[in-house]
């Protein structure tokens, strides 16, 4: 299993960014993904999930409404478009397919003036 998340990088706040994970080594189409993200010194936590199936989502409430989770089964890809970001979205964020327990490295997103 491979997860390499990428798209990360410096935006003002107000900003939008795109991230992609690009998946490996399973069957990417039966598996939900999820996104998380940890800021520093703090437990990371879950942000959005899609299903395998039903294309269904959700989102934590800090970022409803402004982040959104799609997926790609032909390119065994799975984003997040992020937008009306604030400080507090800065962070590293990870990709993982629920149920594989494999992380990739995560993409640094950093949202300051």
């Known amino acids: 299993v491979q997860l390499v998340e990428s798209g990360g990088g410096l935006v003002q706040p107000g900003g939008s960014l795109r991230l992609s994970c690009a998946a490996s080594?399973?069957?990417?189409?039966?598996?939900?993904m999820r996104w998380y993200r940890q800021a520093p010194g703090k437990e990371r936590e879950w942000v959005a999930w899609?299903?395998?199936?039903?294309?269904?989502?959700n989102y934590a409430d800090f970022v409803q409404g402004r982040f959104t989770i799609s997926r790609d089964n032909a390119k065994n890809t799975v984003y997040l478009q992020m937008n009306s970001l604030k400080p507090e979205d800065t962070a590293v964020y990870y990709c993982?397919?629920?149920?594989?327990?494999?992380w990739g490295q995560g993409t640094q997103v950093t949202v300051s003036s």
């Open positions: 080594g399973f069957t990417f189409s039966s598996y939900d």
């Open positions: 899609i299903s395998s199936t039903t294309g269904s989502t």
């Open positions: 993982t397919a629920i149920g594989k327990g494999s």
